[in-house]
Nanobody, 116 residues
């Protein structure tokens, strides 16, 4: 069974930074593209970053330059570094394959609150 476990969330002041981690098990990690997604309050979940099998990275335009996605194939981990956090970044952040597979359940997510 696939397990996605996100961690690293918390309360951060505007302008701050943090790193989110996603531990993956139960699925072929190396051969998948991976993505980070977020669900902001009152909005639908949206994609924010993707990393391909060959480590090419892609970002939602509004987060480009502040978000950085990476992966560790040996440890089956996906990371999202966020800098210069804005209040609009307040959300629950999830990782999943890219695109998300119907067969893969979403994890609990990592809650990020940007507030002074």
């Amino acid at each position: 069974q696939v397990q996605l476990v996100e961690s690293g969330g918390g309360v951060v002041q505007p302008g701050g930074s943090l790193i989110l981690s996603c531990s993956v098990s139960g699925i072929n990690f190396v051969d998948n593209d991976w993505g980070w997604y977020r669900q902001r309050p009152g909005l639908q979940r949206e994609w924010v970053a993707r990393i391909s099998r060959n480590h090419a990275a892609y970002y939602l335009g509004s987060v480009s330059g502040r978000f950085s996605i990476s992966r560790n194939n040996l440890e089956k981990m996906v990371y999202l570094r966020i800098k210069v956090l804005k209040t609009d970044d307040t959300a629950i952040y999830f990782c999943n394959t890219y695109p998300p597979l119907d067969s893969v359940d979403w994890g609990q997510g990592a809650r990020v609150t940007v507030s002074s």
